[in-house]
């Protein structure tokens, strides 16, 4: 009998410690659960009504953010440092609301900039890819230039291999996913039957290596071969959606220069389009900006979570302003894809604007 009161004493124990040194760990695995904000309580419920109004016909829904740039070290003019624990509260509490069927982080969930040393990269990513998946709904991610620790470890070897990126990102995303078998999973796609649309991730942050490393963006060519082949085998009356870090049409960015393989990504869309197929959009993040372009063919950017202001306007790109303790501490979208009325649709949580586009 003592013994099982010792033992009752040290599970106590164990678990007042858990809630008070470690309340983070318990909020990922759901154990503790969280409440939003109270000043995001009318941005909850704003942006389930106007999402409900959207899907009475027949709709993909995704929470969609790109470019959390997660950091534990104040390196530049960011408001706060972690706007990842409110995003993920926030969308859990929206989930209660709306119907969901994944969620798209396009990549650079990290900083990964000295004085960051890799094992606090690889902590950091474990803590957002779990904030993620925490969520409670299928995760897609496509990698950011940021996520493989070039920024630090250019010169010193320790850019993190595909190998330890398929572990450390791919493991949390969805499980039903058909991959890129050259590229350790950074490609894949996945079908929604129901509405018959298939959803493909698309690595871009691929260059021939000049020193040894991957520094560069752009799509290898085995890249290219895989989304070409995929893209002559999707089913008729299918559409495609792409996601991917960093977009196809570069020069739509004006000073930007063509990246790697990107005129034949941009040959390869052309071509599904012009043998009757139906492209729905590019999606992309990585300029911490919205912005969108209609020609050849419809590609849109999602601004940065990131808590940080930065110039409003560049070229046709536009930064919403952020101010602490309101809802435009938060940004990220609800993307809602509605084939009945070829219609895609982005409801704005938090700073910035609603936005809407045929396909």
Known sequence: MQKITKLMIAVIALVVLSITVFPQTLNVLGKSPEKPKSYYLDEIKDTAQKVKALTKEPALVFFLCSDVHYNTVKTDNRLKLDSVTDMTTNMAALKKQIQVDGLICLGDIVDAKPPTKMDETKQQIDYVMKRLQGVGVPLIYSMGNHDDNRYISRKDGTVLTPQQIESMFMRYTLPNKVIDPSMNGLNYYVDYDRLK????????????????????????????????????????????????????????????????????????????????????????????????????????????????????????????????????????????????????????????????WSY
């Not at 002559?232 to 996601?243: A, D, F, I, R, T």
Request: glycine share 6%; charged share 25%; with cysteine.
């Open 197 to 356: 649309i298939r959803v493909f991730v698309v690595d871009s942050n691929y260059q021939k290596p000049e020193d040894g490393f991957h520094w560069s963006h752009g799509f290898s060519d085995s890249t290219v071969a895989w989304f070409s082949n995929c893209l002559n085998e999707v089913p008729k009356g299918w559409s495609v959606l792409v996601l991917t870090h960093r977009r196809l049409v570069q020069n739509k960015n004006p000073g930007k220069k063509w990246i790697y393989n990107q005129m034949k990504m941009v040959e390869t869309v052309n071509n599904l389009i012009a043998n009757g197929g139906t492209y729905i959009a590019t999606i992309s993040g990585h300029i911490h900006r919205d912005y969108s372009h209609s020609k050849p063919f419809l590609e849109f950017s999602v601004a940065a979570q990131k808590c940080q202001n930065i110039e409003a306007k560049k070229g046709k790109a536009f930064a919403p302003e952020r101010k602490l303790n309101t809802a435009s501490e938060d940004l990220w979208d609800v993307l809602v894809i509605r084939p009945q009325s070829r219609k895609i649709n982005t409801v704005r949580f938090g700073a910035g604007d609603d936005r809407e």
